[in-house]
């Protein structure tokens, strides 16, 4: 895994960070408690863990999707965490496909 896909996956871990400090901040105010929950395991299943395989293809459109529709419902940091996220995937993608091409 290059450093780009690192960095991509320290991102949706500290993403999955905030999500928990507003599932612990949601605990004072019960309604609210349910958004940031659904957002850490998505965040979890669908972008690091999905990394951490080695699969960074399939995390990449989650990232953006996560990173918007945390920024339409309040979740501001660990939105714009995702969305850098995904061009951090990104980068590390075609630094990869930049390395077989060298390879060849």
Not at 28 to 35: C, D, K, V, W, Y
Not at 69 to 96: Q, R, T
């Amino acid at each position: 895994m290059n450093r780009h896909l690192e960095t991509a996956a320290t991102l949706a871990l500290v993403a999955i960070l905030f999500d928990a400090l507003g599932f612990l901040f949601g605990l004072l105010f019960l309604p609210l408690i349910i958004l940031p929950l659904i957002f850490m395991i998505l965040n979890y299943v669908m972008v690091y863990a999905r990394i951490k395989e080695g699969k960074p293809r399939t995390a990449q459109d989650p990232s953006l999707v996560l990173g918007i529709v945390e920024l339409i419902f309040g979740g501001i940091v660990p939105g714009i965490l995702l969305i850098i996220c995904y061009v951090k995937i990104n980068d590390g993608l075609s630094a990869e496909s930049g390395k077989t091409m060298v390879q060849m």
